[in-house]
């Protein structure tokens, strides 16, 4: 058996994304919660796999496949930027073990106050690490920027649950559980634009169809961060929806009745199970690059953008990360 050719293409994802089952598979490997049992040594040797070969040196008896999984161990644990590693639940492999045990807390604690501030607090404390974690490189989070999506994001999802648990309290119960899911769109609705306030100033970055940046579109910001609220919500309604339906009719059965501590772990547990396939399937309802016509550009620049376009007038713009 030969050397492994030079000419693979790490930099894309191994499926691809034109379609969503490319970015399905993509988003199913790039979110595996078993990265995060992987050791330190295991971590450092994917990451020497993968900087060797980008550097053109090929690790002996390496195979395709053994290069893309050392790809995506690496993308797990490392930030693509700034090649630093990331803290351990600020990695997209973190974020079905971690929102499983936030968000089964959240509607199993949903009946006091002091546990309903207490579990919007801790879900938007992990969110701001899982936003710092992952910043654009091209339009990085500053403190003050990460502070007020914070502090906004937290008093948007403690105002709604407890206002929505004040004004559903003589509803049937059943109405009250999805009240954890209401103030986490609500947040959502906050915290994603504030996080991206710098891409809405000055845009993202546009590109060629070869690839070659051309400038920013703010308009082209707007609609990303527009889907990655869509995708967000749309992520956290199997996990918040479906656990409040089957707990609501198990709670009334004797066997939850004599076992009340049962149900924290069993909705932790249908949680986790919807996240499992919600997580990489809202992630890859919009693609991660873009393709679209000058429109996007303001009226006042179109012409001057439209003439550095190819000879089919459309431009791809590039869309930094999910969250």
Not at 76 to 92: C, N, Q, W, Y
């Amino acid at each position: 058996m030969g050397a492994l050719p030079l000419n693979i293409n790490i930099q894309e994802p191994r499926w691809d994304q034109s379609t969503f089952l490319g970015r399905a598979r993509h988003f199913f490997t790039v979110t595996d919660p078993r990265n995060l049992l992987l050791s330190g040594e295991q971590l450092e040797a994917s990451k020497n796999i993968v900087q060797n070969y980008r550097a053109g040196v090929v690790t002996p008896g390496l195979t395709e496949d053994q290069l893309w999984t050392a790809k995506y161990v690496y993308d797990s644990a490392f930030h693509p930027d700034t090649g630093e590693k990331l803290v351990l639940i600020g990695r997209m492999s973190a974020q079905v073990p971690m929102n499983m045990t936030i968000t089964g807390c959240m509607l199993t604690f949903y009946r006091k106050t002091p546990t309903v501030v207490f579990w919007q607090w801790v879900n938007q404390s992990f969110n701001a690490v899982v936003n710092y974690s992952n910043r654009s490189g091209d339009a990085p989070i500053t403190v003050r920027q990460l502070g007020t999506a914070y502090v906004s994001a937290t008093t948007g999802a403690v105002a709604t649950a407890l206002g929505l648990k004040s004004l559903t309290k003589h509803l049937p119960s059943l109405v009250s559980r999805f009240v954890p899911f209401a103030a986490v769109a609500a947040a959502n609705c906050i915290n994603i634009p504030l996080m991206r306030q710098r891409e809405l100033q000055v845009g993202i970055p546009v590109t060629d169809e070869a690839g070659q940046r051309l400038g920013h579109s703010v308009t082209a910001a707007k609609q990303g961060i527009f889907q990655v609220v869509v995708s967000r919500i749309c992520m956290a309604i199997p996990a918040m929806a479906i656990p409040p339906v089957i707990m609501n009719t198990l709670e009334k059965k004797d066997f939850l009745k004599h076992r009340p501590w049962l149900g924290a772990p069993l909705q932790v547990g249908l949680v986790g199970f919807c996240l499992v396939f919600a997580t990489p399937l809202c992630c890859a309802l919009f693609p991660q690059r873009s393709v679209a016509q000058p429109s996007l550009c303001p009226p006042r620049r179109r012409r001057t953008q439209a003439s550095m376009f190819g000879p089919n007038g459309r431009m791809a713009w590039e869309w930094h990360g999910w969250w």
